[in-house]
């Protein structure tokens, strides 16, 4: 049993760490301006609507590696591992599309024959949530602390930081084939702390108004007259990822050399300028953007022909792609038919691909070697390439290794648009420099927006005071 840390707590105290933390277990629910080459001749094979019929079963384009294999337990005694999983990738909400995670979890307790799996579903981050429940938990309640989680890169380095989980350098395949910025979001100088095991990331979609050109640059958004939307209105007053991307792809920093938050004025002079040339022509509309909360919205806005060119989560754009027989007959119904949707990414003035990566990792506390060895082996098992692209294709997360993307059953010109903006993404500003940085940023725009600044260098001057304030 691990000590606790810090001073002696009373009895009382303890009891009521107890109760709150059995509280909280209790109402927990536990389930067992070069266009890349391939951008001209994606509209035949592209999504024209969401749909929520669930995307045909992935088949793979390329030979997989055999089935992982488990470690046998021996015959006397059975191991039962306690994992948790954050919300996002709960298997009996269907928001999450994670469903199959239940699946894999029983099978691999078929496969492993001496290994029962207790799968447990927390709130993903805050008060409450996975980090704060294992550190309540190492303090008070040992015995409850789970062998293997899933945690948010934020998290992993905190828990990395107080000892909570255990170092994975050597068990980590060198040839995984997992994207750079997933993987460096669950390591530290001190070494690697979990698996990579999926992500959240957009990246933008358009309805060509002349013909279908991916409008990676500004002055291709110009040219082809797209107007332009982005969340104008966040609930918490912070950027969303497509104006961070933004920021970030005209080689804008987020943290200083000492880690603090920062902002360039060369690249917030740049973005907030070509905003204000969409607003200029009539491509941005300061009213409809600021009526927009969040992605959601704004693909919505798209999907309705109200917009051509809008934020939209990977998951959201890929796993919904319809077969174009079943789609509507405009004839045959009242509702107006959806626009035709392309994918790229976040304009910039280079047109370089870029986009924000949230990795989420798989862990191990435990540091029983017959249980670490059979936390490994169900690590092992759930990110197999199948594994995971069975997870990731009917789900609201995105694939961190390459060989995914791979198995996900795209056509050839797709699957090298996922696997570059994936290749080229960048992990957002790590732990309280985020919301500085994106609610400086959303200052500036929101400046521009309703009037109070004219210039793009005004803008800019007041998204640096914010940030410094």
């Known amino acids: 049993m691990r000590k606790p840390r810090g001073r002696h707590r009373s009895q009382g105290r303890r009891r009521e760490f107890l109760g709150l933390l059995v509280a909280l277990f209790c109402l927990t629910a536990c389930v067992p301006q070069e266009l890349p080459p391939w951008f001209p001749d994606l509209s035949g094979v592209l999504p024209s609507a969401a749909t929520s019929t669930p995307p045909p079963e992935p088949t793979p384009t390329t030979e997989l590696p055999p089935t992982p294999t488990v470690t046998p337990t021996p015959s006397s005694s059975v191991v039962t591992l306690s994992f948790w999983v954050p919300d996002i990738l709960d298997p009996s909400s269907p928001a999450t599309g994670a469903s199959g995670l239940a699946a894999q979890v029983s099978r691999f307790d078929i496969a492993s024959s001496g290994v029962a799996v207790g799968l447990q579903v927390k709130k993903g981050t805050g008060p409450g949530g996975l980090y704060a429940l294992l550190l309540t938990a190492h303090d008070v309640a040992p015995s409850v602390v789970p062998d293997l989680l899933v945690l948010n890169q934020d998290d992993l380095v905190s828990a990395a930081q107080e000892g909570l989980i255990q170092p994975l350098d050597d068990h980590l395949p060198a040839d995984s084939g997992y994207?750079?910025?997933?993987?460096?979001?669950?390591?530290?100088?001190?070494?690697?702390?979990?698996?990579?095991?999926?992500?959240?990331?957009?990246?933008?979609?358009?309805?060509?108004?002349?013909?279908?050109?991916?409008?990676?640059?500004?002055?291709?958004?110009?040219?082809?007259?797209?107007?332009?939307?982005?969340?104008?209105?966040?609930?918490?007053?912070?950027?969303?990822?497509?104006?961070?991307?933004?920021?970030?792809?005209?080689?804008?920093?987020?943290?200083?050399?000492?880690?603090?938050?920062?902002?360039?004025?060369?690249?917030?002079?740049?973005?907030?300028?070509?905003?204000?040339?969409?607003?200029?022509?009539?491509?941005?509309?300061?009213?409809?953007?600021?009526?927009?909360?969040?992605?959601?919205?704004?693909?919505?806005?798209?999907?309705?022909?109200?917009?051509?060119?809008?934020?939209?989560?990977?998951?959201?754009?890929?796993?919904?792609?319809?077969?174009?027989?079943?789609?509507?007959?405009?004839?045959?119904?009242?509702?107006?038919?959806?626009?035709?949707?392309?994918?790229?990414?976040?304009?910039?003035?280079?047109?370089?691909?870029?986009?924000?990566?949230?990795?989420?990792?798989?862990?191990?506390?435990?540091?029983?070697p017959v249980r670490m060895e059979a936390s490994l082996d169900l690590i092992r098992w759930l990110v197999s390439a199948q594994h995971m692209a069975d997870l990731t294709s009917s789900s609201v997360v995105d694939p961190t290794r390459r060989p995914v993307v791979e198995t996900w059953a795209l056509p050839a010109q797709a699957e090298a648009f996922v696997i570059e903006l994936l290749s080229n993404s960048v992990a957002p500003p790590s732990g309280g420099a985020e919301e500085i940085v994106r609610r400086a940023l959303q200052a500036g725009l929101s400046a521009l927006l309703q009037g109070d600044v004219l210039s793009a260098d005004a803008a800019a001057s007041l998204a640096l005071s914010d940030l410094r304030r």
């Open 179 to 368: 994207f750079p910025a997933a993987l460096s979001a669950v390591s530290t100088e001190e070494g690697l702390w979990a698996f990579p095991y999926v992500a959240q990331a957009e990246q933008m979609a358009y309805s060509p108004v002349l013909t279908p050109t991916a409008p990676i640059t500004w002055t291709s958004v110009l040219s082809q007259g797209l107007s332009l939307v982005l969340p104008g209105a966040p609930p918490d007053g912070l950027a969303g990822d497509a104006l961070l991307s933004m920021y970030v792809g005209e080689g804008g920093r987020v943290v200083d050399d000492r880690g603090q938050p920062a902002l360039d004025r060369d690249a917030l002079r740049q973005v907030y300028a070509s905003l204000l040339d969409l607003i200029a022509v009539g491509l941005l509309d300061p009213a409809q953007v600021l009526a927009l909360p969040d992605t959601e919205s704004c693909w919505q806005v798209l999907l309705d022909g109200e917009a051509q060119l809008a934020p939209v989560s990977i998951s959201t754009y890929w796993n919904t792609r319809p077969d174009t027989a079943s789609l509507p007959d405009p004839e045959a119904t009242s509702e107006p038919p959806q626009a035709v949707v392309h994918p790229t990414w976040v304009p910039t003035a280079s047109g370089a691909p870029v986009t924000i990566m949230r990795t989420w990792g798989l862990a191990v506390t435990t540091d029983d």
